[in-house]
């Protein structure tokens, strides 16, 4: 099974989230689009391929690896489109960097797998490292916090179009942590469970 942990925005922040995502679909059609419903909007923390049989075992490292860490400020502005999903692009505080540090440190030991290469990820030895390590390429090494909104273009010339697209404003206080199931291109589809930072 593919798992992510990850930070839940508020209900608020993540029906308002799925509004947009929607409204962006309509410009650049996207296979995925996170609305809130079938696909639910959240910040990945460390994405890994597990088996179900580790479930119990992975909640107890979550909450080890949250310890004492106090409700968390998310902040995010700009809109970045890439060659394969548009992202709202968060400020990479310290907080998050140590939490992500935090999670992959307690969780890394429960993977049994790497997790799917959907992006075409250049092999640099960098990214080697880090699924040599971890199994996945969104680690400490390269950690940017976002929000994906849509993923996998229909269209292959919107791919060819990069760069910042605009401007959303949100600022809220994260308050809880969840295990969550993801398809192939890294999307929550279902949240496993969740727990209060």
Request: proline letters at 2%.
């Amino acid at each position: 099974m593919l798992l992510d942990i990850v930070i839940l925005p508020s209900t608020k922040e993540r029906r308002r989230l799925g509004l947009f995502a929607k409204q962006l679909s309509k410009r650049y059609k996207a296979r995925y689009i996170v609305d809130n419903k079938n696909l639910i909007p959240h910040i990945s923390l460390y994405h890994f391929r597990t088996s179900t049989t580790k479930l119990k075992i992975i909640e107890k490292a979550v909450k080890k690896a949250i310890g004492s860490k106090k409700h968390l400020s998310i902040e995010g502005k700009l809109i970045h489109k890439g060659r394969y999903s548009i992202e709202l692009i968060l400020r990479k505080t310290e907080a998050l960097r140590l939490l992500n540090k935090s999670i992959l440190r307690y969780c890394a030991l429960f993977r049994t797998g790497v997790m799917p290469n959907t992006f075409e990820q250049k092999m640099t030895k960098q990214v080697k490292k880090a699924i040599r390590d971890y199994g996945t390429v969104g680690t400490v090494i390269n950690f940017e916090p976002h929000v994906t909104l849509l993923a996998d273009f229909k269209d292959k010339q919107v791919e060819t179009r990069k760069g910042i697209i605009g401007t959303y404003r949100v600022k809220f206080i994260a308050k809880e942590v969840a295990i969550a199931e993801v398809n192939s291109w890294y999307q929550v589809t279902r949240i496993i469970k969740r727990l209060r930072i």
